[in-house]
T-cell receptor, first 117, second 114 residues
Framework: AQKITQTQPGMFVQEKEAVTLDCTYD???????LFWYKQPSSGEMIFLIY??????QNATEGRYSLNFQKARKSANLVISASQLGDSAMYFC??????????????FGGGTRLMVKP | DAGVTQSPTHLIKTRGQQVTLRCSPK?????VSWYQQALGQGPQFIFQ???????QRGNFPDRFSGHQFPNYSSELNVNALLLGDSALYLC?????????????FGPGTRLTVT
């Protein structure tokens, strides 16, 4: 079974509007972390936001917020007030185990976001 | 503060050849991970180095090997290249400990095997 599933291969959003990128995960480990990365056409993976499995509140970083629904095993990324520079590939990733378990990330297939002017 | 750097940027090799890719971690980071990203897919974990030893390994054959040096920089070696090894190879660095979730990626090395 896929550990990270991103069901939206591509999405359009109007500039200045909010957009939600979906991510569901599968793990039996009670301790895990969820990540979102942005990958522009240049190729570099840019860290956006992190949510730990034991975190009580949803993570927020500027215009990025993570809608963490543990029971549903979903970790959707919400981008508010979209900008043209947000056009890129977005990847959801998971690290299983606690802080001493290593840093292996399992990535989803990604969602291409296109922001329309 | 320099981020993660990788060299070379691009590389073209022939089937059967060997290749070495290099990575310097972000200042202060001691752990280096390597990922392979085929075109149109998400990155796949190859292995991770900490204290000059391979600590975790993904589902990659022994043709893929690595090394970490005392200054924390790392090399990825791929022997007997196959056409399917063509991909973007990403290096990520992090710091062992409570803030281990802060994992930063380099710009990648794009390898083309002909």
């Amino acid at each position: 079974a896929q550990k990270i599933t991103q069901t939206q291969p591509g999405m359009f959003v109007q500039e200045k509007e909010a957009v939600t990128l979906d991510c569901t995960y599968d793990t039996s480990d009670p301790s895990y972390g969820l990540f979102w990365y942005k990958q522009p056409s240049s190729g570099e993976m840019i860290f956006l936001i992190y949510q730990g499995s034991y975190d009580q509140q949803n993570a927020t970083e500027g215009r990025y917020s993570l809608n963490f629904q543990k029971a549903r095993k979903s970790a959707n990324l919400v981008i508010s007030a979209s900008q043209l520079g947000d056009s890129a590939m977005y990847f959801c990733a998971m690290r299983e185990g606690g802080n001493n378990a290593g840093n292996m990330l399992t990535f989803g297939g990604g969602t291409r976001l296109m922001v329309k002017p | 503060d320099a981020g993660v750097t990788q060299s070379p940027t691009h590389l073209i090799k022939t089937r059967g050849q060997q290749v070495t890719l290099r990575c310097s971690p972000k200042s202060g980071h001691d752990t280096v991970s390597w990922y392979q990203q085929a075109l149109g897919q998400g990155p796949q974990f190859i292995f991770q180095y900490y204290e000059e030893e391979e600590r975790q390994r993904g589902n990659f054959p022994d043709r893929f090997s690595g090394h970490q040096f005392p200054n924390y920089s790392s090399e990825l070696n791929v022997n007997a290249l196959l056409l399917g090894d063509s991909a973007l190879y990403l290096c990520a660095s992090s710091l062992r400990g409570p803030r281990t979730y802060e994992q930063y990626f380099g710009p990648g090395t794009r390898l083309t095997v002909t």
